[in-house]
């Protein structure tokens, strides 16, 4: 769920000769290793460790599109996660920048019934070291007929900045999950999460009453392709 991507992945972006309209294209590849994997600071593998990795294509429109893939077990005989997205972004001026894009959450294997796999449209703004996003259900296979279009939203505030002069980082997130899809429940997520050289030490909760304090220990690399 690109939930280790939204929180650590980075893009490294190689130039590449092309023959289209386009000057270049860039394509990354990222991998990752996470003690504890959390989506919207809820458990997705039991709280075992979980292995994950993607490839991603963008070039100088602004188009983006990529995989990413995780083990993930929140449901019977699940065993992994592939995610499909694919969106625009870019600079509205000096300090402004967009993300919108459409994303969709497979589970291949896991039991039939379980009506895992669902989608979201998502756009966010960003200024400085804020910001802000929003993501709507698209389609769910819950519905059984695969629609449930506005049926959840999720809205976030983030914020990062530099801790001292070393390379060190701080973010702090805060998010808000509400809708049908999650059983008529309002959910807010937040956490806290500090990074140096790949490396992340974060601490995630939810206001659920079940919820205790999570923390994870997390390594990410990117590659050139």
Excluded: C
Excluded at 137 to 154: E, I, K, M, R
């Amino acid at each position: 769920m690109l939930k280790l991507k939204s929180a650590i992945a980075i893009s490294t972006l190689v130039l590449m000769g092309a023959t289209s309209t386009a000057a270049y294209a860039e394509v990354t590849a990222n991998a990752a290793a996470t003690s504890n994997y959390l989506w919207r600071g809820q458990e997705q593998t039991g709280g075992d460790a979980a292995i994950s990795g993607g490839i991603d294509y963008a070039n100088e429109s602004g188009f983006y599109a990529g995989t990413w893939a995780s083990n993930a077990s929140w449901a019977d005989e699940m065993t992994y996660e592939l995610d499909l997205y694919a969106g625009f972004g870019g600079d509205i001026n000096e300090n402004m920048s967009y993300d919108v894009g459409y994303i969709y959450y497979a589970y291949p294997d896991a039991a039939s019934g379980a009506d895992a796999d669902f989608s979201e449209i998502y756009g966010s703004i960003s200024m400085g070291g804020f910001s802000f996003g929003a993501s709507v259900l698209a389609t769910s296979a819950a519905s059984g007929d695969g629609t449930d279009f506005g049926d959840s939203l999720y809205l976030t505030a983030d914020y990062g900045f530099a801790v001292g002069t070393n390379g060190t980082e701080m973010a702090l997130h805060l998010g808000h999950y509400s809708g049908d899809f999650i059983g008529d429940d309002d959910i807010i997520d937040y956490g806290v999460s500090i990074s140096k050289d790949g490396f992340t030490f974060g601490l995630s909760d939810t206001d659920m009453d079940d919820s205790d304090i999570k923390a994870y220990v997390a390594f990410s690399m990117d590659f050139s392709l």
